[in-house]
């Protein structure tokens, strides 16, 4: 007895230790907290019971249950390459990125079994729709329109799964080997053609440039003759006046001589015998020796006469 006695008291304190630790486990499990950009569903006996944000929550031992946790940031998925054909039937691959949110917790948990690989297949075949649309060159010119299609359909159809598509784009465009040769073939022909055109232009302006220069350089020079001769022109006008000045001033200085001499001989009262023979030095001048036939007056040739007859008597 006394044997069993020990064993029993020492028996129920153990026990009374593994049901305290038992109840802390229990109610340690039943404390949740919910971080930041964090989104818990929460069930109870296999029903959705609630959806608990940031803080913290307590729940039900055993009956309830975190069913799921759900991120709340934006996220991106980088979708490998898919192959897809033009309408021109050119096949070529294209690899996506998706920038989605989560924006209720419970649509994305119950609406769909797998939320990521449906997104990635509803892009496939989003992709695959409008590409079928497009020819080559429009699907290579045309990213933005493509990406916008495409952002609106994946937002319209992943909304049950409450999941917001912010952005999709397009990250490669791969086309064929035989394509890519001769779409580099292509661009090198457009950058030799483009070369040219700038060369050509570069000689047009050169030469447009050295035209305009020969042109101004005439019509400074004409500039410059204009006037070299309005000066020459100038210059032989001052001349001429000048000389006209100088013929007029000697004129008027022989008129000035003529009126004075005039002026003496009126005041010597000279005989008419002297007048005669002033006359007859005046006929000399005016001929001076070269012309051939000279009128004279009769009263000169008189007066002439008498002098010649005095000149004879005087010399015999």
Not at 58 to 65: A, H, T
Request: aromatic share 4%.
């Amino acid at each position: 007895m006394p044997e069993n006695a020990t064993i029993g008291s020492l028996v129920t304190p153990v026990i009374v230790i593994l049901l305290i630790v038992i109840i802390l486990c229990l109610i340690a499990s039943c404390i949740k907290i919910v971080p930041q950009a964090q989104a818990y569903i929460v069930e109870r006996l296999g029903g959705y019971q609630a959806t608990w944000g940031v803080g913290i929550h307590f729940k039900l031992p055993i009956i309830d249950k975190v069913a799921r946790k759900v991120l709340l940031k934006e996220q991106v998925m980088d979708f490998p390459p898919q192959p897809v054909i033009t309408e021109d039937n050119v096949t070529m691959q294209i690899d996506t990125v998706v920038f989605f949110q989560i924006t209720d917790p419970k649509l994305f948990t119950y609406g769909v079994e797998n939320p990521i690989m449906a997104i990635e297949n509803l892009t496939a075949t989003t992709l695959r729709n409008i590409i079928g649309d497009l020819e080559l060159d429009q699907t290579l010119t045309s990213r933005e329109t493509i990406n916008t299609q495409m952002r609106s359909s994946l937002d319209i159809a992943t909304d049950p799964w409450g999941i917001k598509v912010n952005r999709v784009e397009l990250k490669n465009i791969i086309p064929p080997r035989e394509i890519q040769d001769s779409m580099e073939k292509q661009m090198k022909a457009e950058r030799e053609r483009r070369e040219s055109i700038l060369r050509a232009e570069g000689e047009k302006k050169s030469t447009v440039l050295v035209a305009e220069g020969k042109k101004e350089s005439a019509i400074l020079e004409a500039q410059a003759e204009k006037e070299a001769a309005i000066l020459r022109a100038e210059a032989k006008k001052e001349a001429t006046i000048r000389e006209a000045e100088g013929r007029a001033q000697a004129i008027e200085a022989v008129q000035k001589a003529t009126a004075e001499g005039i002026r003496y001989l009126n005041e010597a009262a000279p005989q008419q015998a002297v007048l005669t023979l002033k006359s007859l030095e005046a006929f000399e001048k005016a001929a001076d020796g070269k012309a051939t036939k000279i009128i004279i007056p009769s009263e000169i040739q008189g007066i002439a006469g008498l002098a010649k007859s005095l000149v004879e008597t005087a010399e015999k």
